[in-house]
């Protein structure tokens, strides 16, 4: 019978990196196209009103202000019901004064967004998207503290009155 013999150390082969970046940049842009970016998640309960007539809104430089009952624990309450939402961030304090800097804070965050991104900072539109039981001394004070901030360009988010003829 005949005996094999086995040489001293085996050396492992080399793996093929080559198609290593074709597999990864298949990944990169399989992910980019399946990504959704949202704007952002609203903090606070918004059933729109209807209207008979609306305009879409071209989102291209908008900023969106919730307004409404909150459904997170300890938001801060304007008109002891309501609580304003400035994109992701909830407003913290209910005083006049509060108010006053957070609408401060947004507007000039907006309008420092919009200058990196290379856009007029007056043709900003705040797009207000408020619940339809909120009174309207509440947002009659988010429009003062965003008329003080001379941010002049408001616009509010409806549903369609969709009636039977």
Known sequence: MARFKKSGKKETPEINTGSMSDIIFMFLFFFMVITTMRESEAKVKFIPPTATEYQKLDKKNSYTVYMGEPTVQGAALLDNSVSIQFNDKLATSTTD????????????????????????????????????????????????????????????????????K
């Open 97 to 164: 004064e509060g108010l006053k800097l957070a609408v401060d804070e947004f507007v000039q965050s907006s309008r420092d967004a919009s200058l990196l991104k290379d856009q007029d900072p007056d043709k900003i539109t705040y797009y207000l998207k408020i619940d339809n039981k909120t009174r309207m001394t509440a947002v009659n004070q988010l429009k003062l503290a965003l008329r003080k901030k001379n941010a002049l360009k408001i616009q509010y988010a409806t549903n369609k009155d969709v009636k039977k």
